[in-house]
């Protein structure tokens, strides 16, 4: 079965950094984009960051570009966001998806993913 694990959240202060991890099994990752998404309590889910399959392309929300950077290491499977400079409006649970997407430019709806982790809460205090 197809498993993505997130870890690395946490209680941060406003400000600081955080290095987010998705470990991925039971798919061949080298075929599948990878993305993060985030949703705060009571709203939506909403897209921050996706890379393609082979790390060169990648896609950010206007709320995160220039703070938080996605990569991947395919020899380990796993993906990760490291987020900088982080604002109370970051506050969030973070989701990992995996999507089988062949574009150079991966996806940033939410139908263009087939598996999602479980989710790490990322608090960032005021």
């Known amino acids: 079965q197809v498993q993505l694990v997130e870890s690395g959240g946490g209680l941060v202060q406003a400000g600081d950094s955080l290095r987010l991890s998705c470990a991925a099994s039971?798919?061949?990752?080298?075929?599948?984009?990878m993305g993060w998404f985030r949703q705060a309590p009571g709203k939506e889910r909403e897209f921050a960051a996706a890379?393609?399959?082979?790390?060169?392309?990648?896609a950010y929300a206007d709320s995160v570009k220039g703070r938080f950077t996605i990569s991947r290491d395919n020899a380990k499977n796993t993906v990760y966001l490291q987020m900088n400079s982080l604002k109370p409006e970051d506050t969030a649970v973070y989701f990992c998806?995996?999507?089988?997407?062949?574009?150079?430019?991966?996806?940033?709806?939410?139908?263009?993913?087939?598996?999602w982790g479980q989710g790490t809460q990322v608090t960032v205090s005021s």
């Open positions: 890379i393609n399959r082979s790390g060169g392309g990648t």
């Open positions: 998806a995996a999507g089988y997407d062949r574009s150079w430019s991966p996806p940033k709806r939410h139908d263009g993913y087939g598996y």
């Open positions: 039971g798919l061949t990752f080298t075929l599948y984009t």
